[in-house]
């Protein structure tokens, strides 16, 4: 099955293994077309992405192109799902909130196809009753929350709030397009 996935990358380090989830979607013959927020590019640069991917990295809705037409709502109408991994809590909390201050949100916020979150963060962030609210407003909305792993955080703690492992995450991802065919 071909599956067209919108990837919007945030600002975490767990950025990193959206690198191996990229790797296993191409290889499954699935489309990956890669939305980074501008904090995301610190982590994971626009050349690893494009590389991976095989599609250029976006990341302005209005840059400057060619061929110019609304990008977030091309991207947006382009996927068959949109998938925020890692989903940081500031991220989180501008979908639940409406925002759309750049082509991550602005696209999430313009796709009525299925979204798919997998929050990274640490773990007091995630337990914050905020980040917490957050997360039930997305799911009572449709979204789908790929909760966290407890375990060792980059911030060298150990709490609930690591991005589950590539593997796991492509499992799950393969199970919601699944539900769509």
Known sequence: MSVRVAL?????IACYKACSLVRLMVREGW???VAATPRALDFVGEITWRTLSQHPVETDAF???PDWHPLHIEL???CDLFVVAP??????????HGLADN???QAALACTKPLVLAPAMNGAMWANPATQANAEAL???GARILDPEAGELACGVTGTGRLPEPE?????LRRIAGERA
Do not use: H, I, P
Request: hydrophobic fraction near 55%; charge should be positive.
């Open 139 to 141: 799911k009572a909305r």
């Open 168 to 172: 796991a995450l492509f499992e799950a």
């Open 31 to 33: 489309e990956v077309r």
């Open 87 to 96: 989903c940081s809590a500031n991220t989180m909390a501008k979908l639940a």
């Open 103 to 105: 082509l991550l949100t």
């Open 76 to 78: 947006a109408q382009w």
């Open 63 to 65: 840059a400057a192109r």
């Open 8 to 12: 919007g990358v945030t600002g975490a």
